[in-house]
C-alpha cells in the first residue's frame, strides 16, 4: 500500500508511521482536544484506547497511520475498521490536532484510508455491495467539508437523548408474565449475546456475522471497552427466555453526571407490550435513586422500532445529531439491513 498522499508531509519533516501501544498517552491527549473542539468535553481514556487497539482482527501495524511532528508531537491519526466479517463497510476513524487543521493532514489520512479500505473488496462476499464509511457530529463543519470533499455523502443521523430528572420517573410497568433480574456473568454472557443479535437484526446496519467471530468481538467490545456496571445490566426473562435487555455505565464519556445506557433492544415477539419503556424506565429510576441528575443514550434517528418515539415518551430530547458518510468502492448487493 503506498503512502503516496503523505508524501509532501515527509518531504516537510513530519513523520508517518502506524501507531503502536506507547502511542496511547501522545494520542488520546491529542484525540481530547479534538473532542473539546467538537462537542466541549473530552470523552477519550488511556485504558479505553488500548482496548480499542487490542480489538481482534485489528493490527495497528496494518490499520492506522500517525502524522507526528518534528518535535514527536502527535498531530493526527487515522484508523480503518474492517474487523466484521464479511468487511463489506468498512468505518474510517480519524481525528487532527485542532492547531493543525486546514493544512492538508485530514485529506492525506483520508486519502490513504480510503485506499487501505480499498483492501476489504477481496475479502466481501462475490457480488456484495462495499463502501467505506465515516462519520462526525453534525455540528462540526471541518469534518463534514472534509468528509464531503472526499466524495462522501451523508446516509444516516444519529442522535443522542438527554433526560434531566427534575422529579422521581415514573416505575416500571412489566408486561404479564415477565420477570426482571440482573445479568450473570459468565453464566448469561452467550444467551445475553443471542439475544442482543436478535433483537437488533432488524435494525439498519445489521449484517449477518458467524457465531464465533461474531461472539468474540462482542465480548471484548462490551466487557474490555465500554465495561457495563453489572448492577445496570439488567435482563426482561419471559421463563428461561431473554425477552428484552438493558445495560448501562454508570457514566457517560463525555459527562460523570451523566448515567448512559449503551444497549435497550427488544425481541420481536415480545414487542408493542411496553417492554422497551419499562426497561427504560428501570434503569432510568436505578440512576435516579444513584443521585445522577441525568441520563442518555444514543439512537438511530431513522429507528424503524419506534424507539425515537418510546424514548420522547420517557421525557428524552435531542442533545446532539451524528451524521453518519458513505463512498462506495464497489458496487452490488446491499448485505445490511437498510
Given at each position: 500500500m503506498t503512502e503516496q498522499s503523505f508524501t509532501k508531509f515527509v518531504n516537510a519533516g513530519y513523520t508517518i508511521r502506524p501507531a503502536s501501544l506507547d502511542d496511547?498517552?501522545?494520542?488520546?491527549e491529542m484525540f481530547n482536544l479534538s473532542s473539546k473542539a467538537m462537542i466541549g468535553a473530552p470523552v477519550f481514556t488511556e485504558e479505553r484506547n488500548t482496548k480499542e487497539w487490542q480489538m481482534p482482527n485489528f493490527d495497528l501495524q496494518h490499520d492506522t497511520r500517525l502524522v507526528i511532528t518534528s518535535t514527536g508531537q502527535i498531530i493526527g491519526c487515522i484508523e480503518v475498521w474492517d474487523v466484521e466479517r464479511p468487511p463489506v463497510h468498512?468505518?474510517?476513524?480519524?481525528?487532527?490536532?485542532?492547531?493543525?487543521?486546514?493544512?492538508?493532514?485530514g485529506t492525506a489520512m483520508m486519502e490513504w484510508a480510503l485506499e487501505r479500505a480499498r483492501e476489504a473488496i477481496p475479502r466481501a462476499p462475490t457480488g456484495a455491495r462495499v463502501s467505506a464509511r465515516s462519520g462526525t457530529v453534525n455540528t462540526y463543519n471541518p469534518?463534514?467539508?472534509?468528509?464531503?470533499?472526499?466524495?462522501?455523502?451523508?446516509?444516516?443521523?444519529?442522535?443522542?437523548?438527554?433526560?434531566?430528572f427534575d422529579a422521581a420517573p415514573p416505575a416500571p410497568v412489566w408486561p404479564e408474565g415477565i420477570?426482571?433480574?440482573?445479568?450473570?456473568?459468565?453464566e448469561d454472557t452467550e444467551a445475553a449475546y443471542r439475544a442482543d443479535v436478535d433483537a437488533f437484526k432488524d435494525y439498519w446496519g445489521y449484517i449477518e456475522t458467524p457465531f464465533e467471530e461474531g461472539f468474540k468481538q462482542w465480548k471484548h467490545y462490551v466487557f474490555e471497552i465500554r465495561k457495563p456496571d453489572?448492577?445496570?445490566?439488567?435482563?426482561?426473562?419471559?421463563g428461561d427466555e431473554i425477552a428484552g435487555m438493558v445495560s448501562c455505565r454508570a457514566e457517560s464519556d463525555d459527562d460523570?453526571?451523566?448515567?448512559?445506557?449503551?444497549?435497550l433492544g427488544v425481541r420481536r415477539p415480545w414487542r408493542r407490550r411496553g417492554l422497551g419503556l419499562a426497561l427504560l424506565r428501570q434503569v432510568i429510576g436505578e440512576f435516579y435513586h444513584r443521585g445522577k441528575p441525568r441520563v442518555g443514550l444514543g439512537v438511530d434517528s431513522n429507528n424503524l422500532a419506534g424507539a425515537t418515539r418510546l424514548y420522547e415518551k420517557a421525557g428524552m430530547h435531542v442533545q446532539r445529531e451524528y451524521v453518519t458518510y458513505e463512498i462506495e468502492l464497489r458496487p452490488g448487493e446491499e448485505l445490511q439491513n437498510e
Open positions: 496511547i498517552e501522545g494520542s488520546v468498512p468505518w474510517i476513524w480519524g481525528r487532527v490536532h485542532p492547531e493543525w487543521e486546514g493544512k492538508g493532514i469534518a463534514k467539508e472534509l468528509l464531503q470533499n472526499m466524495g462522501m455523502k451523508a446516509i444516516r443521523y444519529g442522535w443522542d437523548m438527554l433526560l434531566d420477570s426482571i433480574r440482573t445479568i450473570r456473568h459468565p453489572p448492577a445496570l445490566w439488567f435482563l426482561a426473562m419471559d460523570p453526571d451523566k448515567g448512559w445506557v449503551s444497549v
